[in-house]
């Protein structure tokens, strides 16, 4: 008898996981064709600037029939920071259109990792304390 329930129960979840593999809704993330050299305004690292789109999405099987909620911001590679784009800048460079962009003009001082002010240990926002030394921020 605990043999076939244990069968019963197997069945029954490997049929679940196929349900939840069939519809999903989620976050999708897009790197867009851009990155550009500058000067983090975070870190003050030079580093690449990429745009990526983020949007919400329903897939069905492996066909995203909606997208809505959509989002652009650049991010610098080296510390992660992150600036919010207008929808028309993020279409443009989507478009392939990056004539008239320039990062440089981008206020990145929201996010991102920053350093610790002991030691100049590169530490996550939401870090209390510094994991190399200790000190609260």
């Not at 392939?96 to 990145?108: I, T």
């Amino acid at each position: 008898n605990v043999a076939v329930e244990y069968d019963i129960i197997v069945k029954k979840v490997q049929e679940a996981k196929v349900l939840f593999s069939i519809v999903r809704v989620g976050v999708e993330r897009r790197q867009l064709d851009y990155s550009h050299l500058a000067v983090c305004s975070c870190c003050g690292e030079k580093a690449h600037c990429e745009v990526f789109e983020e949007y919400n999405a329903l897939t069905i099987f492996s066909f995203q029939v909606v997208r809505w909620n959509r989002r652009y911001y650049a991010m610098m590679t080296c510390c992660g920071a992150r600036s919010n784009l207008t929808k028309k800048a993020g279409a443009r460079l989507d478009h392939g259109r990056s004539s008239g962009f320039n990062p440089d003009y981008l206020d990145f001082s929201g996010g991102g990792k920053q350093q610790c002010e002991t030691c100049g240990f590169t530490i996550l926002p939401e870090f209390v304390y510094c994991p190399k030394c200790g000190k609260k921020r």
